[in-house]
């Protein structure tokens, strides 16, 4: 990407300064957005400055970041929470640790002025159970702006005041969901609630709140100081900003970039990736997470965008850090690991997702073991189809992200299932006289 100038890993590479500390952050200009934002500008036109931008959410869904903030009920007395969804437990995804673990006053700059916008009091950062880098990077940096009064009571002399907590989760995949993540986060059993009502009217604690992503807060801060057109001029016009882009898998150089959305997935391998492991043919790729689906080798131009992944069939872009696969992968064991991880993490509350994602494992073993038909091969098919908000069938999008990799995966390497397939059983005659 010619002339591209870092935004979210700006300074990460330096080693003349550490901006994982406060002196190292506020040397590359770091948190002087936020104190000119609380001085000079009202909470109503930093949203809007956002909506402008184009900025979609960066966790997964790509819903439009200032809408969600102006979903909030302009009448309400408060308190107002701001939640921030640090989780990242979607298989095969690694761009929000990297920025906690690298430049957490980024991280936490942006998330004071979303606060500030959305007239928030307390943000609550919810890490995944398992970080634990992260979480002590991310303790630290909180610990250093309260000492320098960017947290607390009456900020840098004025009215506003912030607090923010960081609360771990326990590591379940049900509370990337925002309304696990809430019933987490106020000690219940993480699992989705039903909505309406949306958090945006009655969230943590029954207030309004706003969710967002790591990465979502962390172009915040670019937003403000350099305005929506700035933030436009960056990737294409449905999917605007700077983007952690992640690459797994078969490649030989794994990693994180930052760049604009757009780029095909065979130039992120090539010129990113170092090209396929060993030489080999690419065959497949998820290139968002297991739960957007399997993309086939004739669909390698695919772009990093939010549109480009639908045009092949996909869920969606996900978290846009991709899985690679080479030709010596066996689609129908990925498959069934994926199958296994989504019963495994299914909260149990929708019949059909709690009932459906064990079914699709049991019979996918029984594929693998050689003991299953086609019929059953085209039940798993069926099945996936009636799963998932989109069927309107369930509280949470689980259901949809088990099913879509079973719908990708049979509808685009049919051929490897089939060759599981043992003959269909003949139907055993019924006696005589029934």
Partial sequence: MPDYEPILTAGVARTDIDVRTLEGYRAVGGWATFARAIRETQPGQIIQTVIDSGLRGRGGAGFPAGQKWKFLPADHPGPFYLVVNGDESEPGTFKDRLLMERNPHLVLEGIAIAAYATRARYAYVYLRGEFHRPYAVMAKAVAECYAAGLFGQHISGGDYSLDVQLHRGAGAYVCGEETGLLESLEGK?????????????????????????????????????????????????????????????????????????????????????????????????????????????????????????????????????????????????????????????????????????????????????????????????????????????????????????????????RGEFEALCAPRRKAIPAPAGH
């Fill in 189 to 413: 059993r993480g699992w989705p609630r039903i909505k309406p009502p949306f958090p945006a009217v009655k969230g943590a604690f029954g207030k309004p709140t706003v969710i967002n992503n790591i990465e979502t807060l962390s172009c915040v801060r670019g937003i403000v100081e350099r305005g929506a057109e700035w933030f436009k001029s960056i990737g294409p016009a449905h999917s605007t900003g700077p983007k952690l882009i992640g690459l797994s898998g078969h490649v030989n150089t794994p990693g994180v970039w930052e760049m604009p959305m757009g780029i095909s997935l065979r130039e992120l391998i090539e010129k990113y990736g170092g090209g396929m492991r060993g030489g080999k043919a690419f065959k497949s790729c998820i290139p968002g997470g297991a739960s957007v689906g399997f993309l086939t080798p004739d669909q390698i131009d695919m772009t990093m965008d939010f549109e480009g992944p639908r045009k092949c069939g996909l869920l969606g872009l996900g978290t846009a850090c991709a899985a690679v696969m080479d030709e010596t992968v066996e689609i129908p064991r990925i498959l069934y690991n994926i199958a296994r991880f989504f019963s495994h993490e299914s909260c149990g509350q929708c019949t059909h997702c709690r009932e459906g994602t064990g079914w699709m494992e049991k019979t996918l073993l029984r594929l693998l073991a050689g003991g299953g038909d086609r019929g059953d091969l085209d039940l798993v098919r069926k099945l996936a189809d009636s799963m998932g908000m989109m069927p309107g069938m369930s509280i949470c999008g689980l259901a949809d992200g088990a099913a879509w990799p079973i719908k990708t995966a049979i509808d685009k390497f």
